[in-house]
């Protein structure tokens, strides 16, 4: 059969345009195709920015960088349940993070924080000595309640939260919330609990040490020098039996009764100064926390910075004898009052203001313990040989000597016995 030329014309026209029209909406869907790839490309750019944004935030411990909320997680979404003031500290749980990630977990607690309103830092600044105490109660605290750290708001709980009490002072609660302890007022509780305290320790011990002398070191044959090898038996008793190495706050809060502290509780003191930096190593091996009483104008404070020592006052310029009469005459005994306050700014200042102190001499009078009062001190610590016990008077401390011949029986038996 014969195809007229006319129609064979028209076939291929329109052959030639399918092809051309196919030909173009091939290349508009190809380029369709590339351009939904590239938008799909910068999408996933764009979620893994945001994911690394999210990442770059996350640390096992942040700072809330402003006014926040908490929230708690639900089913379906996170429920505000109170706010939390700028610069509060937290532990976070390590969660798998993102693009969609918006809070982070904080450790321990079903709570969460916004990611955007926290910081990086290196570690929580705040103590938790207090966990080595006893809790005295176990309490509700209500909802609706406002949280006070150091005079800052801190949260505003929008649920009742349940906590234990580790310290009282008189109708004031130090409850644990966060890992801090935070002060409530009476009103602000319910459901109070006692909690056994039985098991704490009655009567501490305040161990006296001076000068430490490294192995090879022959130069100090007083009865007051420590050998590295003495010392190190001693650290290492006490750190194998579990002794809790208390501060002078600690020791105050324990006369007061507001602390219920463990057995084998312990206060460890450094006289004068010299070589005392010697200590450290062994403390911070050791872990246990010492107190230097420093005689600020012998000695700068410089060598003496670590987190295991405390540094208290021995008076500036108060330890020399022949000042006053009787004993060894220390100054703190007679000299005017003038003298002695200005001593005791002196050394207070270059201390940060501690309130605590050691008699030079371990001597005083009614008019030294008048004078330190005025001068700001708190607790004082003089000699004895007997332990401290509750009710114990905080200007006239007691405390036990050690010497050169002080076995590790000898310290086992002094915060062991009775």
């Not at 114990?392 to 029986?409: A, C, F, G, H």
Request: net charge negative; charged share 25%; proline share 4%.
């Amino acid at each position: 059969m014969k195809i007229k030329k006319k129609v064979l014309v028209r076939i291929l026209a329109v052959v030639c345009f399918i092809c051309v029209l196919g030909g173009g909406l091939l290349v508009l869907f190809l380029q369709n195709e590339a351009k939904n790839k590239e938008q799909e490309s910068e999408e996933r750019k764009r979620l893994e920015a945001q994911k690394q944004a999210i990442e770059a935030l996350y640390a096992p411990y942040v700072k809330v960088v402003k006014e926040s909320k908490l929230y708690q997680k639900t089913k379906k979404s996170y429920q505000e349940i109170g706010t939390v003031s700028s610069g509060m500290e937290f532990e976070l749980e390590q969660e798998p993070i993102t693009s969609d990630t918006k809070y982070f977990h904080v450790k321990g607690y079903d709570f969460y924080l916004p990611y955007q309103d926290v910081e990086k830092i290196e570690a929580l600044s705040f103590s938790s000595r207090y966990q080595k105490y006893l809790p005295q109660e176990e309490v509700t605290i209500k909802k609706g309640t406002t949280l006070a750290l150091e005079g800052k708001l801190s949260f505003q709980l929008m649920q009742d939260v349940r906590g234990k009490v580790y310290r009282k002072q008189g109708d004031t609660r130090f409850v644990e919330y966060q890992n801090q302890l935070f002060a409530v007022s009476p009103e602000q509780l319910e459901e109070v609990t006692p909690l056994d305290v039985s098991g704490a320790i009655t009567q501490i011990p305040v161990l006296v040490y001076h000068f430490i002398y490294l192995n090879g070191d022959t130069t100090c044959n007083e009865s007051i020098c420590f050998s590295e090898n003495q010392i190190r038996s001693h650290f290492s008793y006490l750190k194998e039996t579990g002794a809790f190495t208390m501060n002078t706050e600690e020791m105050k809060q324990f006369i007061k009764g507001e602390i219920q502290l463990p057995q084998k509780s312990v206060l460890i003191t450094i006289d004068d100064g010299a070589r005392a930096e010697k200590f450290i190593p062994f403390l911070e091996e050791y872990q246990l926390n010492a107190t230097l009483f420093l005689i600020t104008s012998w000695y700068d404070t410089a060598p003496f910075q670590s987190p295991y020592l405390e540094i208290a006052s021995h008076g500036h310029d108060l330890h020399n004898p022949g000042v006053c009469p009787g004993g060894q005459g220390g100054g703190i005994k007679c000299l005017d009052e003038a003298k002695l306050q200005e001593d005791f700014r002196l050394t207070r200042e270059k201390l940060n203001g501690t309130t605590a102190f050691c008699y030079p001499f371990y001597e005083y009078n009614d008019y030294a313990i008048e004078q330190l009062k005025k001068g700001g001190f708190e607790i004082a610590f003089m000699g004895g040989m007997y332990k401290a016990t509750r009710g114990t008077d905080l200007m006239k401390v007691p405390r036990i000597s050690l010497n050169s011949s002080s076995t590790v029986e000898d310290v086992k038996a002094i915060v062991e016995g009775a």
